[in-house]
């Protein structure tokens, strides 16, 4: 009888972490809402600096935290022999109710990402979680972790004041480190069983493969951002034998020539660059000495009756420097359809209406401009 007793006095005193995730779960329940709408307003936050400091990144993405995954954090189990609950109060002690991920190209994009976090929100923690996540001082991804609130600022605005008292969580971490988390989660984190030492070893392998694949994307940024500022030297000098024919170059050479054109998209860049390789052209020189000396507005005039877009200007110029044969070898939009050439009518035509206007058609070509130097 006493050895029931003392059952009954112990069965008494364990904690019921089931009635806690229903009541836990039950109070979020009556929140959640309004918790989506404060990661929704985080993400918006954030989407306006990213955009203010022009930086382009991979996503914003934006979630309240599930009723599930709520009720499986509120019953975590202390520390010690794990006779309690982890959190007493879940409401008021989980802070990644509402959150927030920033996902960049590079590691340089981090950085920036954290100053914009910095000057936007009041940062209550802030965490690299890679030294967290593996035990022993083995390599994992990186991520930084922010837990932030509004500034007092903003919550005297009254479209943000009912977020008052209200914490989110922000990571930040590059497109690699994001791969990598996700595909280490599913495979560890939901496996009934350890990892195999075999199976352990190789994904230690290849976070530092992650983290070298990282720093070379950002040095291959860096490479091509000197590029860029020494193409924009070289073509302010006259230099154009140095400046390679690429998107960029292209674009800078017509708004410096024909005047910039807001209008126009990069990849109509990238596409006009594309074709006048497969023309020859490989650097800005030839593609001056092809139409250099050429008054675009004139030839626009001639064959439209008015000054075109940059684009359709460059084009006719071309024209007029390479002649209607390598035009009409070269162009994507030359014999797209068989049965009717609609470009190479129009080619004739425009080489028609400016020989009659007195102007000599070229036949520059680039491939013997190459050799002859």
Same mark, same amino acid.
């Given at each position: 009888?006493?050895?029931?007793?003392?059952?009954?006095?112990?069965?008494?005193?364990?904690?019921? #972490?089931?009635?806690?995730?229903?009541?836990?779960?039950?109070?979020?329940?009556?929140?959640?809402? !309004?918790?989506?709408?404060?990661?929704?307003?985080?993400?918006?936050?954030?989407?306006?600096?990213?955009?203010?400091?022009?930086?382009?990144?991979?996503?914003?993405?934006?979630?309240?935290?599930?009723?599930?995954?709520?009720?499986?954090?509120?019953?975590?189990?202390?520390?010690? +022999?794990?006779?309690?609950?982890?959190? +007493?109060?879940?409401?008021?002690?989980?802070?990644?109710?509402?959150?927030?991920?920033?996902?960049?190209?590079?590691?340089?994009?981090?950085?920036?990402?954290?100053?914009?976090?910095?000057?936007?929100? +009041?940062?209550?923690?802030?965490?690299?979680?890679?030294?967290?996540?593996?035990?022993?001082?083995?390599?994992?991804?990186?991520?930084?972790?922010?837990?932030?609130?509004?500034?007092?600022?903003?919550?005297?605005?009254?479209?943000?004041?009912?977020?008052?008292?209200?914490?989110?969580?922000?990571?930040?971490?590059?497109?690699?480190?994001?791969?990598?988390?996700?595909?280490?989660?599913?495979?560890q984190y939901k496996s009934v069983?350890?990892?195999?030492? +075999?199976?352990?070893?190789?994904?230690?392998?290849?976070?530092?493969?992650?983290?070298?694949?990282?720093?070379?994307?950002?040095?291959?940024?860096?490479?091509?951002?000197?590029?860029?500022?020494?193409?924009? !030297?070289?073509?302010?000098?006259?230099?154009?034998?140095?400046?390679?024919?690429?998107?960029?170059?292209?674009?800078?050479?017509?708004?410096?020539? #024909?005047?910039?054109?807001?209008?126009?998209?990069?990849?109509?860049?990238?596409?006009?660059?594309?074709?006048?390789?497969?023309?020859?052209?490989?650097?800005?020189?030839?593609?001056?000495?092809?139409?250099?000396?050429?008054?675009?507005?004139?030839?626009?005039?001639?064959?439209?009756?008015?000054?075109?877009?940059?684009?359709?200007?460059?084009?006719?110029?071309?024209?007029?420097?390479?002649?209607?044969?390598?035009?009409?070898?070269?162009?994507?939009?030359?014999?797209?359809?068989?049965?009717?050439?609609?470009?190479?009518?129009?080619?004739?035509?425009e080489s028609k209406l400016l020989?009659?206007?007195?102007?000599?058609?070229?036949?520059?070509?680039?491939?013997?401009?190459?050799?002859?130097?």
């Amino acid at each position: 009888m006493a050895k029931d007793i003392a059952e009954e006095d112990l069965d008494e005193n364990v904690f019921d #972490f089931d009635a806690h995730r229903v009541r836990a779960v039950e109070a979020y329940r009556q929140k959640r809402g !309004i918790y989506e709408d404060f990661a929704k307003t985080i993400q918006g936050l954030l989407h306006a600096g990213v955009t203010a400091a022009g930086l382009k990144v991979q996503a914003i993405d934006e979630r309240a935290k599930t009723e599930e995954s709520f009720g499986e954090k509120a019953v975590r189990p202390g520390d010690g +022999e794990g006779l309690n609950p982890k959190y +007493e109060s879940p409401l008021s002690e989980i802070h990644d109710l509402a959150g927030c991920r920033v996902i960049t190209f590079f590691l340089d994009d981090v950085q920036t990402v954290r100053r914009i976090i910095t000057a936007e929100f +009041e940062v209550l923690e802030m965490a690299n979680r890679s030294s967290h996540l593996r035990p022993g001082g083995r390599p994992g991804y990186e991520s930084y972790h922010f837990i932030v609130r509004l500034t007092e600022a903003r919550l005297a605005l009254a479209e943000y004041a009912r977020f008052r008292g209200m914490v989110a969580e922000i990571q930040v971490r590059t497109v690699l480190q994001h791969a990598w988390a996700e595909i280490e989660h599913d495979i560890q984190y939901k496996s009934v069983d350890a990892l195999p030492a +075999e199976i352990g070893q190789r994904f230690q392998a290849l976070a530092g493969l992650i983290e070298i694949g990282d720093r070379e994307f950002q040095a291959i940024s860096d490479a091509h951002e000197q590029v860029r500022k020494q193409a924009a !030297i070289s073509l302010a000098a006259g230099r154009l034998d140095e400046i390679e024919l690429t998107a960029e170059s292209l674009k800078a050479y017509l708004d410096q020539e #024909f005047g910039p054109d807001g209008r126009m998209r990069d990849w109509i860049y990238e596409w006009t660059a594309s074709y006048l390789r497969k023309m020859g052209f490989a650097n800005l020189k030839q593609l001056n000495d092809c139409i250099g000396s050429l008054d675009d507005d004139k030839l626009s005039r001639v064959v439209w009756g008015s000054r075109q877009g940059q684009l359709s200007r460059f084009e006719l110029v071309l024209l007029a420097g390479i002649g209607p044969d390598r035009m009409k070898a070269y162009h994507p939009y030359s014999n797209v359809d068989p049965t009717n050439d609609w470009f190479g009518r129009k080619v004739d035509l425009e080489s028609k209406l400016l020989t009659r206007a007195g102007f000599t058609i070229g036949s520059y070509a680039p491939d013997r401009a190459r050799n002859d130097s």
